[in-house]
T-cell receptor, first 114, second 109 residues
Framework: KAGVTQTPRYLIKTRGQQVTLSCSPI?????VSWYQQTPGQGLQFLFE???????NKGNFPGRFSGRQFSNSRSEMNVSTLELGDSALYLC?????????????FGPGTRLLVL | AQRVTQPEKLLSVFKGAPVELKCNYS??????LFWYVQYSRQRLQLLLR??SRESIKGFTADLNKGETSFHLKKPFAQEEDSAMYYC???????????FGKGMKLTVNP
């Protein structure tokens, strides 16, 4: 099976712009979660989608949003970018049959905000 | 609030030495505990989870509810064990992972 894929892999934006990141889960996986990884804060949960519905949301401002499509692919959007949004954004998918299952991570999208 | 603490950021040992990577958690319910690993230039991947009670690549971890710990151990470290290790938990029925800050293990020849 192909692993989790994320596009683009690298992105440079300027403050005030918006950005959309994409994640394709492993075939058959229904849950997609997003994480932000920074040197200072480590890995922080952004949100989780299951069957096109947001099930969990982390402690991030409303500028961070996401959605999931019927084929389980997911996108996350960050509006009005700030310098502090520079980070590695990881997507993870799981079967989500019973909760607390193994998460399979993508390679990440590295976002640099100038 | 859920929290995972990995008290050490760095650990350097020689090949063949035992290693113990510490993890403590705070959570009011019954969490699922995991260890994830990231080798150089590879993506984050699951190493083991407490519910399966498996030994993966010689690593084991025991959940101690009294001490709220889930330390990762290996009796004889190998150079290929050099990586970043993250302890994480989920709450019942959720896919949300709460991660510790991670610990870099270096195994020297």
């Amino acid at each position: 099976k192909a692993g989790v894929t994320q596009t683009p892999r690298y992105l440079i934006k300027t403050r005030g712009q918006q950005v959309t990141l994409s994640c394709s889960p492993i075939s058959g996986h229904r849950s997609v979660s997003w994480y932000q990884q920074t040197p200072g804060q480590g890995l922080q949960f952004l949100f989780e989608y299951f069957s096109e519905t947001q099930r969990n949301k982390g402690n991030f401002p409303g500028r961070f949003s996401g959605r999931q499509f019927s084929n389980s692919r997911s996108e996350m959007n960050v509006s009005t970018l700030e310098l502090g949004d520079s980070a590695l954004y990881l997507c993870a998918s799981s079967l989500a049959l019973a909760g607390g299952e193994t998460q399979y991570f993508g390679p990440g999208t590295r976002l640099l905000v100038l | 609030a859920q929290r995972v603490t990995q008290p050490e950021k760095l650990l350097s040992v020689f090949k063949g030495a035992p290693v113990e990577l510490k993890c403590n958690y705070s959570y009011s319910g019954s969490p699922e505990l995991f260890w994830y690993v990231q080798y150089s230039r590879q993506r984050l991947q699951l190493l083991l989870r407490h519910i399966s009670r498996e030994s993966i690549k010689g690593f084991t971890a025991d959940l101690n509810k009294g001490e709220t710990s889930f330390h990762l151990k290996k009796p004889f470290a190998q150079e290929e064990d050099s990586a970043m290790y993250y302890c994480a938990l989920t709450q019942g029925g959720s896919e949300k992972l709460v991660f510790g800050k991670g610990m870099k293990l270096t195994v020297n020849p």
